[in-house]
């Protein structure tokens, strides 16, 4: 495997408030703007935040001045959360040590414990930068939902064609009793069960409370069910659910 010199110094949440700085500067700006604006001083740290927020194609720093990229621009001009996953998720993978990572574990384990002593054999990265550029990684695909309690590296296409299909819903009885949804990403047979109340006078449905298992219950206008949730995936489903709801607060 080819050696690769070039890796992100920084947390990709940090470079995304960078990009964010320069673009409420009109999107284009010198250093000591940026940093002003930012609440920091102009120091080597500094510097390495922009080099790093460069790394992720969310800036560029042409002739000393930082200026928004299309990219960004695009993440900033999202018509929906999925559409801005999406293009955060693209960001987050310009750095090709970063994206030869997701290549390499997308679909299975991601190797927590060694993976900085992998940064340091297989991808030239500095020993003492090993720890902090592996706890970059993770925690960028912790903000972006790619990685599982298992630590299993989710394929973002998948996820995301899940996000769209449920964010496709507007009636709650769109969602099925009990669900029989498949998709890549969810477990063939989701275990997740979503009872709806017509009566909240009405608890003959309800689940009891000495159950072992975890329950939701969302009530509001024209929404009164509980969702038996049995697995981590089952989740996705109540993130469905709460998204109706803010959907109808906005």
């Known amino acids: 495997m080819p050696k690769i010199i070039e ?63 299309e990219l960004y621009k695009l993440i900033k001009n999202a018509y929906n959360d999925v559409e801005r996953k999406k293009f955060e998720t693209e960001a987050f993978l310009k750095p ?10 997308k679909g299975s384990e991601l190797p927590v414990g060694m993976l900085s002593k992998l940064l340091i054999r297989e991808y030239d990265v500095e020993e003492k930068q090993a720890v ?8 960028g695909l912790q903000y972006l ?9 989710l394929d973002y296409n998948k996820s995301l064609e899940v996000e769209d299909d449920y964010a496709e819903i507007e009636d709650e009885n769109d969602l099925p009793i009990k669900s029989n949804y ?15 109340i017509e009566n909240k006078n009405n608890t003959t449905n309800r689940v009891e409370a000495e ?7 969302i009530m509001g206008p024209g929404i009164d069910s509980q969702i038996v949730i049995k697995e981590e995936e089952d989740l996705l489903i109540v993130d469905a659910m709460l998204k109706k709801v803010k959907k109808k607060l906005q």
Request: glycine letters at 8%.
């Open 7 to 69: 890796y992100p110094k920084g947390n990709f949440k940090n470079s995304l408030d960078l990009a964010e700085a320069v673009s409420s500067l009109g999107g284009s700006c010198d250093r000591e703007s940026c940093a002003h604006k930012m609440g920091l001083k102009m120091s080597g740290a500094f510097g390495t935040k922009i080099g790093t927020t460069a790394k992720y194609e969310l800036i560029t720093t042409e002739k000393g001045k930082l200026q928004i990229t």
């Open 96 to 105: 090709e040590v970063f994206n030869k990572l997701y290549d390499r574990f």
């Open 132 to 139: 902090p550029v592996s706890k970059y990684f993770i925690d």
């Open 145 to 153: 939902n790619l990685l599982d309690g298992n630590n299993n590296l």
């Open 182 to 196: 498949s998709s890549p990403y969810l477990p063939e047979k989701p275990t997740a069960q979503i009872l709806h």
């Open 211 to 217: 159950t072992t298992d975890f329950i939701v219950h």
